[in-house]
């Protein structure tokens, strides 16, 4: 059975960081396109970025160059570290496998997600 | 920046077919995905490459896309199919719809 587990959310302040880890069972992340979709209070569902089973990563415009997704093969765990926080960030983060061919993305399983709060 | 388009609200009785409609350029000629959110709940896919559905989702929904619109459909619809649902594409990147919140009253 596939299960994805976030980990990490919190309260920061603006500026800060903070790391989110998704640890995978049921299958291997080095096999599997991983991502990270949020969803700020109240809104909607906003792509954040993927790790492609050859290691390419890709970012939404609105975090490109402050968040950097990586995996850890021993622990079958994403991660995804948050640099320069600001309150637009603010948000439940789920992490989600993803079926992708070219000009094509799915996510089929998604973690319960975990909240990051943005505030002084 | 592509963008999808759906309504904010649909209203449905039970029993009745709802649909949801998703609009964006050209739509047809992409594959579009459709999940449903409920409260408090993490989103669940309920159809892929604009109309099949994955192991476990029932036969009353389904999809279809032409033109600049992709339709989830829901054919006698329970209570508990009211939820939020969202499209979503690629276009250069993944775009998702503003969702649809469905009510079944």
């Known amino acids: 059975e596939v299960q994805l587990v976030e980990s990490g959310g919190g309260l920061v302040h603006p500026g800060g960081s903070l790391r989110l880890s998704c640890t995978a069972s049921g299958f291997t992340v080095s096999s599997t396109y991983m991502t990270w979709v949020r969803q700020a209070p109240g809104k909607g569902l906003e792509w954040v970025s993927v790790i492609y089973t050859r290691g390419n990563t890709y970012y939404s415009g609105s975090v490109k160059g402050r968040f950097t997704i990586s995996r850890d093969s021993s622990k079958n765990t994403v991660f995804l570290q948050m640099n320069s926080l600001r309150g637009e960030d603010t948000a439940v983060y789920y992490c989600a496998t993803a079926r992708v061919t070219p000009g094509y993305y799915q996510f089929d399983y998604w973690g319960q997600g975990t909240l990051v709060t943005v505030s002084s | 920046s592509y963008e999808l388009t759906q309504p904010p609200s649909v209203s449905v009785s039970p029993g009745q077919t709802a649909s949801i409609t998703c609009s964006g350029d050209?739509?047809?000629?992409?594959?579009a995905c459709w999940y449903q959110q409920k409260p408090g709940q993490s989103p669940v896919l309920v159809i892929y490459?604009?109309?099949k559905r994955p192991s476990g989702i029932p036969e009353r929904f389904s999809g279809s896309s032409s033109g600049n619109t992709a339709t989830l459909t829901i054919s006698g619809t329970q209570a508990m199919d009211e939820a939020d649902y969202y499209c979503q594409a690629w276009d250069s990147t993944v775009v998702f719809g503003g969702g649809t919140k469905l009510t079944v009253l």
């Open positions: 490459q604009n109309s």
């Open positions: 050209k739509l047809g000629d992409k594959y």
